[in-house]
């Protein structure tokens, strides 16, 4: 037996590129839905950071107007000792 090839099958040739495009197609097909989850994924984490982001700033908002009252408030209690 010799390592060299002897014959090319193309009859063969052309249902294997076949079966070898559509196992492509396939695969590319499961990607592009696989990369519309994730988009959607990501959109929904978004918002929701988002969100959290405007709470966490009217939090911030409300605990600032806190601190100045209570600084007010001791303020008028000293005012009232004197």
Do not use: C, P, W
């Not at 396939?26 to 990369?35: D, M, S």
């Not at 994924?41 to 950071?49: D, G, K, M, N, Q």
């Amino acid at each position: 037996m010799s390592a060299q090839i002897e014959a090319v099958r193309y009859s063969m040739l052309t249902s294997m590129l076949l079966n070898e495009l559509q196992k492509q197609t396939k695969k590319n097909e499961q990607q592009a839905e696989k990369i519309a989850r994730l988009e959607e994924r990501l959109s929904t984490i978004e918002h929701v950071a988002a969100k959290d982001q405007q709470s966490l700033s009217a939090e911030r908002r409300r605990q600032s107007a806190v601190s100045v009252l209570r600084r007010h408030r001791m303020f008028k209690l000293g005012q009232a000792f004197l």
